[in-house]
């Protein structure tokens, strides 16, 4: 079965400094891997996404995230942060021939002026 | 290109009582799933339909949940009798139906039950 899990609930960072977001997935097969942010009272909305090819996988508001098979982790980055950055972030898996996506309980990213 | 519409946004009734939530999902998509998120939560399917097929209800309470997409297109989710427990967020999602497919998401309808 799969599972996703986000280590940090809470995440306080001031303007401009990098974030790190961390992700841990687990799964018997080959896996799609999502970011979603979710701005408040609003849906989420996709960050990025891996599905093959390069590691290294660069999404939109300056994110990006490296998957790394052998500790089945898909961190998210970005090496500055604004006051605008603030929301809730969720990591998903989808595992390949399925359509079941497992999301992570979500990491509150807090940007402090 | 319109995104994934839901209807209503915020939903306030007391126990016991019935409600419905609306979704019509982006154009051409196939795909159209039905979430729950729990406060400080990640969204947990309920429901998911290829075309007007239920695909995957296994997480769908059935004795008070129901779903229907008739033609394919918009679906509605009903609660009935509501309970305390079902205050939550109830957020559509649709994709392409594609292998490689990610999920659109509706704004959410948040039912608080009194």
């Known amino acids: 079965a799969q599972s996703v899990t986000q280590l940090d609930s809470q995440v306080p960072v001031f303007e401009e400094a990098p974030v790190e977001l961390r992700c841990n997935y687990s799964s018997s097969v080959s896996v799609y891997l999502f970011w979603y942010v979710q701005y408040p009272n609003q849906g989420l909305q996709l960050l990025l996404k891996?599905?093959?090819?390069?590691?290294l996988v660069k999404g939109i508001n300056g994110f990006e995230a490296e998957f790394n098979k052998s500790q089945t982790s898909f961190h998210l980055r970005k090496p500055s942060v604004h006051i605008s950055d603030t929301a809730e972030y969720f990591c998903?898996?989808?595992?390949?021939?399925?359509?079941?996506?497992?999301f992570g309980t979500g990491t509150r990213l807090k940007v402090l002026a | 290109e319109a995104g994934v519409v839901q209807s209503p946004r915020y939903k306030i009734i007391e126990k016991k009582q019935p409600v419905a939530f609306w979704c019509n999902p982006i154009s051409g998509h196939n795909t159209l799933y039905w979430y729950l998120q729990n406060l400080g939560q990640g969204p947990e399917l309920l429901i998911r339909?290829?075309?007007?097929?239920?695909?995957?209800d296994s997480q769908l309470p059935k004795d008070r949940f129901s779903a229907e997409r008739l033609k394919g297109v918009d679906s509605t989710l009903k609660i009935q009798p509501a309970e305390l427990g079902d205050s939550a967020v109830y957020l559509c999602?649709?994709?392409?139906?594609?292998?490689?497919?990610?999920?659109?998401f509706g704004e959410g309808s948040r039912l608080t039950v009194l």
């Open positions: 998903a898996v989808r595992s390949s021939g399925t359509y079941k996506y497992i």
């Open positions: 999602a649709s994709s392409l139906g594609q292998n490689t497919g990610e999920l659109f």
């Open positions: 339909y290829e075309n007007e097929e239920a695909v995957d």
């Open positions: 891996y599905l093959s090819g390069s590691t």
